[in-house]
């Protein structure tokens, strides 16, 4: 099984639709959660942290169940811009961790006109 | 300010030769990962540096890869020799050090390796 579970896609939505990305978890330690986004041929880039009151960050919001080991990730009134890879990404944070990150697949969204 | 900068951006080479990717992290980032994402897989973590001194190289995938990160500044990645199964994008990131603030990953744009 792996350590971060996601729907690969693709998701095809048109310009203004909400939709919602999950992730599940395995490593019960995993102490910090984040999602990345990733444009075709580019680097991962930090879109949010996610907390576990949840956060909202303009027409994003993160969600986070640590009982579930489940995350989400809500895109509002989605833009062409938002079209990308969403990689939902968890990191251990015990005593003599290396901090890593681990990754999941990643969730391809394409934004129709 | 300069992003983390890998070279070459592309490599194409055949089975058996030697590749040595670099990466020159953001100024002042003691910390500086190497990453790699092999064809319909996830990223998966490679290996850590604090300054010049291995932190973590559990993910490294065997005896093939060496790493090196001398004086503490740019890092590089050799492969020797390349397999075809070495094929991905290997990306390299660094951060300023630990805690929620100072631990923001940088990602450099990844070096394409090719191993026909």
Redesign the interface.
Same mark, same amino acid.
């Given at each position: 099984r792996k350590e971060v579970e996601q729907d690969p896609g693709p998701f095809n939505v048109p310009e203004g639709a909400t939709v919602a990305f999950n992730c599940t978890y395995s490593n019960s330690a995993s102490q910090s959660f984040f999602w990345y986004r990733q444009d075709c041929r580019k680097e991962p880039k930090l879109l949010m942290s996610v907390y576990s009151s949840g956060n909202e960050d303009g027409r994003f919001t993160a969600q986070l169940n640590r009982a579930s080991q489940y995350i989400s990730l809500l895109i509002r009134d989605s833009k062409l811009s938002d079209s990308a890879t969403y990689l939902c990404v968890v990191k251990p944070d015990h005593p003599g961790s290396a901090r890593q990150l681990t990754f999941g697949s990643g969730t391809q969204l394409t934004v129709l006109p | 300010e300069a992003g983390?900068t890998q070279f070459p951006s592309h490599s194409v080479i055949e089975k058996g030769q030697t590749v040595t990717l670099r990466c020159d992290p953001i100024s002042g980032h003691d910390n500086l %990962?190497w %990453?790699r994402r092999v064809m319909g897989? !996830?990223? $998966?973590?490679l290996l850590?540096f604090v300054k010049e001194s291995k932190?973590?190289e #559990? @993910?490294m995938p065997n005896n093939r890869f060496l790493a090196e990160r001398t004086g503490g500044t740019y890092s590089t990645l050799k492969v020797q020799p390349a397999e075809l199964e070495d094929s991905g994008v290997y990306?390299c990131a660094s951060s300023q050090g630990?805690g =929620?603030t100072n !631990? $923001? =990953?940088f990602? @450099? #744009? @990844?070096t394409q390796l090719s191993v026909l």
């Open positions: - | 983390v %990962y %990453y897989k !996830e990223i $998966k973590f850590h932190q973590d #559990s @993910g990306f630990f =929620l !631990e $923001k =990953l990602f @450099g #744009s @990844g």
